[in-house]
């Protein structure tokens, strides 16, 4: 076996998938740090770091054991971009889960007379609207997909979303222009109507 410590991470990536299970350990140690942080700075809450930070290594560990990591020369690269597109994940999927409920409430909080004058139809047109802006959003190139996610899902500041994307803060700004621009032309484009 080799000095693990010399080896270079696509060395180790090929030592682990040979069943050197020291060479994923030298990986784990080498990246540990790095990627828990960049993960922490996104979503800024420990248990939840510490979940996509797991979650990342069971992907690494999965990918690499079926033989399928290809990305030569470019592993911290790669399992950044593995745990970027978990954290996004778990941004859609906390905006989704936020829910109220009523249930332990002593009073009914949504028997109440404005809240009461949306009928079905205007839920049904607010639902086709949602639907509508989430497919145009789903058609913006991904750097602009991610500012607008941020900034209106995650309600991040610009400041914010240049410190998780790492970029200046002029260039956050202007994936977010240049993503209501297309919107506006795309929404212009179909002949959507986007309010009742």
């Not at 410590?5 to 990246?31: C, I, M, P, W």
């Not at 609207?129 to 899902?153: F, G, K, T, W």
Request: aromatic content about 8%; cysteine-free.
């Amino acid at each position: 076996m080799q000095d693990t410590h010399t080896l270079t991470d696509e060395q180790l990536v090929v030592s682990y998938a040979n069943g050197d299970n020291s060479a994923f350990d030298k990986l784990l140690l080498r990246h540990k740090s790095q990627l828990f942080n960049y993960i922490f700075q996104m979503v800024r809450d420990r248990d939840v770091a510490d979940d996509i930070f797991q979650e990342t290594f069971i992907k690494v560990i999965t990918t690499i054991k079926q033989g399928r990591y290809n990305d030569m020369g470019k592993f911290t690269a790669w399992i950044t971009r593995i745990a970027r597109n978990l954290v996004i994940d778990s941004f859609r999927s906390e905006k989704s889960e936020s829910v109220v409920s009523a249930d332990n409430e002593e009073y009914d909080i949504l028997n109440r007379k404005d809240l009461s004058e949306e009928t079905i139809e205007d839920i049904l047109i607010d639902m086709q609207i949602e639907n509508d802006i989430r497919n145009l959003v789903s058609q913006l190139p991904e750097p602009q997909q991610e500012v607008l996610n941020m900034r209106y899902y995650k309600d991040l500041s610009f400041k914010e979303i240049a410190e998780i994307l790492g970029v200046s803060i002029n260039t956050a700004l202007g994936r977010m222009r240049y993503a209501i621009l297309n919107l506006r032309r795309m929404i212009k484009e179909k002949d959507l109507m986007l309010t009742r």
